[in-house]
Structure formats: structure tokens, C-alpha cells
């Protein structure tokens, strides 16, 4: 199993792109969660789960 | 019946494609690179394969779950080295499909087992553990000692291992079988064979005592006495000290 | 139930029966002389004997299309009923093989009987059989509430239920057979990972399908922590048992990895599969009924939200953390560690979210013992992650790796949190989906709690103790520079720990024994619901009359 780039290379990218990568998704995700319009769907939800209704809605 | 007219909406599917993004990059960038590691690191021109009576061994091991008490991976720790030997070099495993590193020792680690013992130590010890060693917990494995070795699938072994990229020469393969029997008995026409093939430092001998018949207990004896002793660990790390 | 298919879902299952079982003859003909012909017997007879009773109401007439105004909760019955089969037999298996480090005559000189084979037994048993069928079983049940959709089939489900536990039962047997591919947790041979992945495919496409039919635009968290589940499963099973069978009608295959590649795609699988199948799972579990059974949302939805990512991004990271101080190179170790740490926040983040969710409701928690099970996972799984990312420091390491620290440290996080809130789950549901009032016998859950509490504290309390004093045992020194203990002194000292252990292990298999019984007595035995018959309305424990239910934050 060879592989055209380096084992160098590879640990180089390793190295940084995982941390880049960890940088990059905690900001999506918390810009996610305390996106301004969502605020709405994210105050619903764990309300709706207590409906007391236990059929499908069709 | 399988309708699959849904129509598979878009943000479950997105969903389903952010989970594999964030979840697969971290197993990528830990494995990707240990696959360009054969380059750089540890050559070992002279390791030697399973034989076929040793690899059949391993597969008992396997079979009787004997990873799940011992380990065989001496770590890089002073008590480690001290009570079981040289710590474990990658290159080592590098045949293991799969590697058989174990992660528990309820029982010692066995990475160095082979040649420690006498054969017959080995059989009496797993006839009855606490033959040999009175406290001991681990289970009896008298059976193995009246299982005839299954001889007909060897050479088929042989050519799998050779398919994931152990180097099996196409002889090896071919003569499987009458290898495994040769190993286990040092007086048949078939023993000087194994030597050949497998390099002169193979233990040929009777493991289980009982030349008239190939049994389980001479594949696992064989295979403990060869662990660790593959290649010459203490001239390999010398070696590399020097470079 | 069968007759609740309809008849071209019969005529399907007929099919796929008849299929399977020529490809049982297939196999049990083809494979003579090898381990793989048993199986081959044993799918022959499961899938005829499934076929038999579908033949027997081939012809009943359709069923009335009343059925689809309601959940279709047929496989979330019969899973749970074979979750608690599983905890039962399995449970069994591991205080048998407890019992068997104190006395390893326990084998009867039985082949299958042997630790080795039988420890596998035990580990499938538990992760596969009981906590696979839950999570099946609760997801149906989850994904159409959170939904309000019904499932999209009633054919797939079943396939999901009944081909799952046909890839449980291969595996358990096969061990006991030897048939093994000896990769920790993930033991099958090729032929069962195969229809494990046909059946897992399945069951991915019936929950798109489900989720495709709710009406609301939100997927509820629930349903991405068990969507994480079965997603990052399928890819883990899949690089994880790449092999090469030595013949299409043999049991053995030989891994496509070798030595440090297959140890950390090993590791990587085997810690994932704690963070995908033991963890994100049973998340789910515990998103949807912790606030259901405690009458109160979630604490904070948007941290729920966040420790899912943080939970599906990082445990990624972690599986090098089994190989501190071997043969992998150092750097890849040193990463595990840090994002072991890291971890530790978005785990913390989804304990405290349960917990504070309990806020105001503790009254509830102290008279209900199925929202108690809920709240003492909720703790364990805290101290649980908590304990991992301590033993991924390397030093602490070098103490706990190999050691019984490591058993109780898993048994913590099995017992303590995965099962925990399994049972909490079950008897919660158990009522709502019989249509009972609820449990038959409130006594014998909080007998149950309490059982499960002190085999759990027995069981990890002894290993904490062996496991510290082996490492300690081990690394002792003689003022002369010699090592004080030989290994047989270190395996002498942990007799009385074993012994607790398995005592340990006796009184949760007691708790779940329990369980059985008064869910047998529940579905057999209970008053129904005083409103069963008509409104179709869950009956939520101690639900209060409107007004209480914003969210607490």
C-alpha cells in the first residue's frame, strides 16, 4: 500500500488541518445555534415533544 | 414494496452529510498517515513469516479468544521492558492480520513468549494450567491435545494471508500442508522442506511430544514458541541506533 | 401482528424468508467440514420457522386503513421484549464468566465453555443484543412521536428487528463454534458483518423515510443523535472488517490490516463504537425521554445542539488513547490524548443538560424510579467521561492500561449509564405502548433501581481497587532495582476483588431479572389505561394540567 505523498507531508497536514478543522467547525456550530432567526424553531422544539397527542398528525 | 417515492427531504439529508463530514475527518487524518509509515521506518529484510503450522497456531489463538487475557504488546515503560523483555517493535506485527496487541492482562503478557518455555511445559500448561502453576486461573485446554489439525483449507490460509499482502511465495502455498506436517515431525522427508523454505532458525519438532498425529496442540505450541522471535529484536534496535 | 401487514408486505416476507433459506442450504452444503455449515443449519431453521406463521395468514384480508391514523408500534414491542431477553441471557453470560476468573474449573470442560469464547459472548450479548434492540426499538418509537409521522412501512421494520437479531445470534453462536475474527467488539466474520451492513442500510433508509413524513420542519435533536448512530456505524463497520474470507463457503477471513494500521483502525472502530453505538444512541434515548418522563423541556436545547457536534467531531479523534506508550508512532498517541481532554467538555455539556433539566422536578425523581434510572445514566455517563478522559492522560495511563481499571471503567459507562437509561426508557414505554396504566408492579422497578445501583457501585468500586493495585503491583520496585511482585503475586491479590465483582455482577443480573418479570406481568397482567380505548393520549406521568411546560431556561 504506497501512497504518492510523503509520510512528511501526511503528518504535516495532519498535524494542522485537524486543528484548523476544530476551529472551523466549533464557529459554524455555535453561529448555528445562536443564529438570530432560529431562535424561534429552537424554543418550539423541545416543547413540542410534550404534545400530548399520541397519533400521527395525517 | 420498497417505495421509495418519499422524497428523502433535504435537511434530513444534509444532516446526514454534515454528520459524516465532521465524523470523518478525524479517523483520516490519524489513519492516512500510518499508511506512508512503511516507508520511513524499520525495514526488516530478514523477518520471517508464519509458517503454516504456526499461522494455523495463531488462528487457534484467535479462536479460543486467547487476546482477551493476553496481551502482546510490551509498552515502552521501564516495568514493562523489565518483566517481559525488549519492547514491542511496529515492524513485529507487520504480518499480524490482525495484529493481536490485546488490551487487558489478566494473564502476563506473552509479546516474548517463545522460547522461554519447553515445549513440554507448554503442553502440561495448557492441559491443566495449574499443573504448572498452581494459582493460575486460566481455563484448561486439554481438547486441543486430542483435535486432529485441520489440514485441508492450510494452503488457502496461506494464499488470504498472501492476498493482504503477506509475502507467501506461490511454493509456500502450494505446499502448505505438507510443511505444517513436516514442522511437527523432524524425522519425516517433509521436515528438511520447511527449513528451506522458512529459514533454518524454524523450530522443527515433535510440539506436542506425539509424532503419530498433527494435532491443535502442536499448531499453538509452535505458534507460542515463535513470538517474539521473528526477527532479532536486539540486533534490529542496535542496528538502528547506529544509522 | 401479521395480520396487521398488508398482503403484499406478507408476500414480501414470505419471499425474503424462502430466499434465506435456500441461502442457509446454500451455505450448510457448500460449507461441509467447515464451522460455517452450523450457521448454515441455523438460518435454514430460523427463517422456516418464521416463514411457517407468515404462510398461515398469507390469505387473512387486508388490514383496515384505521391502522395508519396511528404509530405503528408492532416492532417496538417485540423489540423491547427481546431487549430484556438479551439483558437477561447476556447478563448471564458475564457474571458466568466473572465467576470463572475465581474459579476456572466453571468451564465443564466444554469447549464453548472457556473464558476466551465466552467473554466475546458476553460483550456482543450486552453492546449488540441488549443495547442494539433497545436502541432499535426506542428509535421506531422516538422517531415517530418526535415526528408525529407514522413509519413509512411496516415491512422494514420488521426486517431491521428480526435481520439485527439474526446477525446477534450468528455471532454469539459463532463464537461459542469459534468462529471469530478476534477484532475487539467486532468479532463476527465476514458473512454476518455482510448482512449486519445489508440490514443496517435498511434501517438508515427507514428513518429517512420516517423523517421525510413530519410535518414540522425541525428534526428533533433525538433523531440526530440516532441518526449520528446509525450513519458513523455503518462507516466504522465497514473499514473496520475490510478482510479477505479464505473461501466463500469458510468462516475465516483474514483482515485486510496488519500490525500499527490495525491496531488504530481498531481502536478507532472500538472507541467509536462506544461513542457512536453506546454514547450518541442512548443520547437519543435520554433527549426524548428524560424531558417526556419528567413533564419538562429541555433544559437547553442549543447546548444539546452544540455537545452534537462536539460529541460527532471529536470522538474521532480519541481511539489512539488505547495505545499509549506502544509501537504507534508518538504524535498520533499525543492527539488522542488532547482531544480526549477536549471531550470532556461537550460529554459534560449533555450530563449537566439532563440534570438541569431535572430542575424542579426532583420530587418526581425521588417518588419515580424509572426517571430516577434516567437521572443516575445521566450521572454515570458524567463520571463515566469524566474517568476517560483522566485514563487518556498518558501517565494515568501507563497505571490503568491493562488493568482491571479499564473493566470497571467500561462497566461504569455500561452498566451505570448504558443500561440505566435503557430500563428508564423501558418502563417508560412499556405502559404507553401496551396501553397499561402503567408498570404492574411500581415495587419491583424501585427494586429493580436498587439492584442495578449497588451491582454497578459493588462491581466498579472492586475494579477501581484491583485494577489500581495490579498497576501499582506491577511497577513496584525493590530498593535494589528489582521488581518486588512476580506476575502471579499481582493475580493472587485480585481474588477477593474478583469474587466482589461477580457479586457485583449477580445483583444487576437480579435487578434485570426483575425487569423481565414485571414486564411480562405489565403486558399480561395490568389494567388498561383508563382512556385506551378512545383518545389515544400517552399517558405521561404526573403530567400537570397545562401551564407548567416552558422551557427552564
Known amino acids: 500500500m504506497t501512497v504518492p505523498i510523503s509520510h512528511e507531508t501526511m503528518v504535516w497536514i495532519a498535524k494542522t488541518f485537524g486543528l484548523l478543522y476544530l476551529i472551523a467547525l466549533s464557529i459554524i456550530v455555535l453561529g448555528y445555534a445562536y443564529w438570530p432567526s432560529k431562535r424561534k424553531e429552537f424554543e418550539e422544539a423541545p416543547v413540542t415533544i410534550l404534545n400530548k397527542e399520541d397519533r400521527p398528525w395525517q | 414494496m420498497f417505495k421509495l417515492h418519499y422524497k428523502l427531504e433535504r435537511r434530513a439529508i444534509g444532516l446526514t452529510l454534515a454528520i459524516i463530514g465532521a465524523a470523518s475527518i478525524g479517523g483520516i487524518v490519524e489513519i492516512a498517515p500510518l499508511f506512508t509509515i512503511a516507508e520511513t521506518v524499520e525495514a526488516a529484510p530478514d523477518m520471517r513469516v508464519y509458517t503454516p503450522l504456526e499461522l494455523a497456531g495463531r488462528n487457534i489463538y484467535?479462536?479460543?479468544?486467547?487476546y482477551a487475557c493476553h496481551s502482546q504488546m510490551i509498552r515502552t515503560l521501564k516495568d514493562d521492558v523489565d518483566r517481559y523483555g525488549h519492547y514491542s517493535l511496529a515492524v513485529e506485527s507487520k504480518y499480524d492480520h490482525p495484529m493481536l496487541w490485546g488490551s487487558k492482562r489478566t494473564g502476563p503478557d506473552i509479546a516474548r513468549l517463545g522460547g522461554k518455555y519447553s515445549d513440554e511445559w507448554h503442553v502440561r500448561h495448557l492441559i491443566n494450567p495449574r499443573d504448572v502453576v498452581p494459582v493460575s486461573i486460566m481455563p484448561a485446554y486439554g481438547w486441543l491435545m486430542e483435535r486432529t489439525l485441520r489440514m485441508d483449507d492450510l494452503s488457502s490460509q496461506l494464499a488470504a494471508q498472501r492476498a493482504v499482502g503477506v509475502p507467501y511465495t506461490g511454493e509456500m502455498i502450494a505446499n502448505a500442508a505438507a510443511d505444517a506436517y513436516g514442522q511437527a515431525n523432524?524425522?519425516?522427508?517433509?521436515?528438511?522442506?520447511v527449513a528451506e523454505r522458512y529459514g533454518e532458525a524454524t523450530n522443527v519438532r515433535t510440539?506436542?511430544?506425539?509424532?503419530?498425529?498433527?494435532t491443535e496442540m502442536d499448531a499453538l505450541v509452535a505458534y507460542l514458541q515463535i513470538l517474539g522471535n521473528l526477527i532479532d529484536v536486539n540486533q534490529k534496535t542496535a542496528a538502528a541506533e547506529t544509522e | 401482528m401479521l395480520s396487521q401487514l398488508t398482503k403484499g408486505e406478507r408476500q414480501g416476507a414470505l419471499t425474503i424468508l424462502l430466499a434465506m433459506s435456500l441461502l442457509g442450504v446454500a451455505i450448510a452444503a457448500g460449507g461441509r467440514g467447515d464451522p460455517i455449515a452450523t450457521h448454515g443449519f441455523l438460518i435454514v431453521i430460523l427463517s422456516l420457522g418464521m416463514a411457517v406463521p407468515v404462510m398461515r395468514h398469507l390469505f387473512d384480508p387486508e388490514p383496515s386503513s384505521a391502522r395508519l391514523r396511528s404509530y405503528y408500534d408492532d416492532p417496538s414491542k417485540a423489540g423491547i421484549v427481546l431487549t430484556m431477553a438479551w439483558a437477561a441471557f447476556a447478563l448471564f453470560i458475564g457474571d458466568w464468566v466473572a465467576w470463572l476468573l475465581v474459579n476456572p474449573n466453571l468451564t465443564f470442560d466444554g469447549a464453548w465453555a472457556s473464558f476466551g469464547r465466552l467473554r466475546p459472548v458476553h460483550t456482543t450479548g450486552v453492546i449488540f443484543g441488549f443495547g442494539g434492540n433497545g436502541l432499535i426499538a426506542t428509535s421506531f418509537y422516538v422517531m415517530q412521536r418526535t415526528s408525529r409521522a407514522r413509519l413509512a412501512d411496516q415491512f422494514s421494520p420488521w426486517f431491521v428487528l428480526i435481520g439485527y437479531n439474526l446477525f446477534?445470534?450468528?455471532?454469539?453462536?459463532?463464537?461459542m463454534l469459534g468462529i471469530t475474527q478476534s477484532k475487539e467488539y467486532a468479532e463476527p466474520?465476514?458473512?454476518a458483518d455482510l448482512w449486519l451492513l445489508v440490514v443496517w442500510v435498511v434501517y438508515f433508509i427507514l428513518y429517512l423515510r420516517t423523517l421525510s413524513r413530519r410535518q414540522e420542519p425541525h428534526i428533533y435533536v433525538a433523531n440526530w443523535y440516532y441518526m449520528a448512530f446509525i450513519v458513523v456505524v455503518a462507516m466504522l463497520h465497514i473499514v473496520n472488517n475490510l478482510a479477505v474470507p479464505v473461501s466463500l463457503v469458510g468462516a475465516k477471513s483474514h483482515s485486510l490490516f496488519s500490525g500499527v494500521q490495525d491496531a488504530l483502525t481498531e481502536w478507532w472502530y472500538g472507541h467509536n463504537a462506544v461513542a457512536f453505538f453506546l454514547t450518541s444512541g442512548f443520547l437519543g434515548m435520554m433527549y426524548y425521554y428524560l424531558p417526556v418522563r419528567a413533564g419538562r423541556p429541555i433544559f437547553s436545547y442549543r447546548m444539546s445542539i452544540i455537545s452534537f457536534w462536539g460529541i460527532t467531531f471529536m470522538y474521532m479523534w480519541v481511539?489512539?488513547?488505547?495505545?499509549?506508550?506502544?509501537?504507534?508512532?508518538?504524535?498520533?498517541?499525543?492527539?488522542?490524548?488532547?482531544?480526549s481532554l477536549v471531550l470532556l467538555v461537550p460529554s459534560w455539556g449533555s450530563a449537566a443538560n439532563a440534570l438541569l433539566t431535572l430542575n424542579g422536578a426532583w420530587h418526581r425523581v425521588r417518588d419515580d424510579a424509572t426517571l430516577r434510572f434516567m437521572m443516575v445514566a445521566a450521572v454515570f455517563y458524567g463520571l463515566t467521561t469524566f474517568e476517560g478522559s483522566f485514563m487518556a492522560i498518558r501517565p494515568v495511563n501507563s497505571l490503568s492500561h491493562y488493568t482491571d481499571w479499564t473493566v470497571g471503567h467500561v462497566h461504569a459507562g455500561a452498566l451505570g449509564w448504558v443500561a440505566m437509561i435503557t430500563f428508564g426508557a423501558i418502563y417508560a414505554s412499556v405502559p404507553w405502548l401496551w396501553k397499561r396504566e402503567r408498570m404492574y408492579s411500581p415495587a419491583l422497578v424501585e427494586l429493580h433501581f436498587w439492584l442495578a445501583l449497588a451491582g454497578t457501585l459493588t462491581y466498579v468500586f472492586a475494579m477501581w481497587n484491583s485494577g489500581v493495585i495490579q498497576g501499582l503491583m506491577w511497577r513496584t520496585y525493590t530498593e535494589n532495582g528489582n521488581l518486588a511482585y512476580s506476575f502471579i503475586d499481582s493475580l493472587v491479590a485480585m481474588r477477593p476483588y474478583y469474587i466482589a465483582r461477580a457479586i457485583g455482577g449477580l445483583l444487576f443480573l437480579l435487578g434485570a431479572l426483575a425487569g423481565c418479570l414485571n414486564i411480562y406481568l405489565t403486558i399480561r397482567h395490568a389494567p388498561l389505561a383508563s382512556d385506551a380505548e378512545g383518545s389515544q393520549s400517552k399517558p405521561l406521568y404526573g403530567q400537570p394540567a397545562g401551564g407548567s411546560l416552558q422551557p427552564a431556561e
Open chain 3, 319 to 339: 481511539g489512539s488513547h488505547h495505545l499509549h506508550y506502544t509501537a504507534l508512532p508518538q504524535w498520533v498517541q499525543t492527539l488522542g490524548m488532547t482531544f
Open chain 2, 207 to 214: 510440539f506436542d511430544g506425539d509424532a503419530q498425529r498433527l
Open chain 2, 62 to 66: 484467535m479462536r479460543e479468544g486467547c
Open chain 3, 189 to 191: 466474520e465476514w458473512y
Open chain 2, 186 to 193: 523432524p524425522d519425516s522427508n517433509a521436515a528438511a522442506a
Open chain 3, 168 to 175: 446477534c445470534v450468528l455471532a454469539v453462536t459463532g463464537y
